[in-house]
């Protein structure tokens, strides 16, 4: 990890230091994927979208993709921006892109212990992180009708 200086308060977007989390809203019929954190100790046992931070030369997209292959062992293909960004700690801001699972089924390989698909109706049954819950929020704006009419209300 880089120890990271702190400047002036300034709108996060106009950082360039500013560290970009991007994280998934994976959909899966009118359910959204919350992944469990397992570290680091002051996050552990809360609830979060998968993702992870955006590496050099990447784009959002190509980090999505790789942050989700190499934590839940899927593939994806992310669709929109959710519009918005929040900001998680100093320095850090969290991005949201809506995707589409591709290939296998999610598992916590690295980062997370649990992993559950939650309808529209159970959305506030995980304790989230803090910082996640307005991304939650947009992102379940545009959870998909369930096909099985399990969301009621
Ligand atoms: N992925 C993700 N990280 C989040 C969310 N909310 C939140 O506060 N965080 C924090 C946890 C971490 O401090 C940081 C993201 O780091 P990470 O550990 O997921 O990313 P990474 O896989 O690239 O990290 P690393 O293990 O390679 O260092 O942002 C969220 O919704 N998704």
């Not at 955006?54 to 190509?62: D, H, K, M, T, V």
């Given at each position: 990890m880089t120890e990271r200086t702190t400047g002036p308060a300034v709108p996060h977007e106009s950082r360039p230091d500013t560290v970009v989390v991007v994280a998934g809203a994976l959909y899966d019929g009118g359910r959204l994927l919350a992944a469990r954190r397992s570290a680091p100790a002051e996050l552990a046992g809360r609830w979060e979208l998968p993702g992870g931070k955006?590496?050099?030369?990447?784009?959002?997209?190509?980090a999505l993709v790789r942050e989700l292959r190499e934590e839940l062992g899927v593939e994806v293909e992310p669709g929109e921006r959710i519009p918005g960004e929040w900001p998680l700690k100093p320095g850090y801001v969290l991005r949201v892109w809506t995707a589409r699972l591709?290939?296998?089924?999610?598992?916590?390989?690295?980062?997370?212990?649990?992993?559950?698909?939650?309808?529209?109706?159970?959305l506030d049954s995980v304790d989230w992180l803090d910082q996640d819950r307005p991304a939650v929020a947009e992102a379940a704006l545009r959870l998909p009708a369930d096909p099985s009419g399990g969301a009621r209300g």
């Open positions: 955006l590496e050099p030369g990447e784009s959002p997209e190509e591709l290939a296998g089924e999610p598992r916590p390989l690295e980062d997370h212990d649990e992993l559950r698909w939650l309808s529209r109706r159970e």
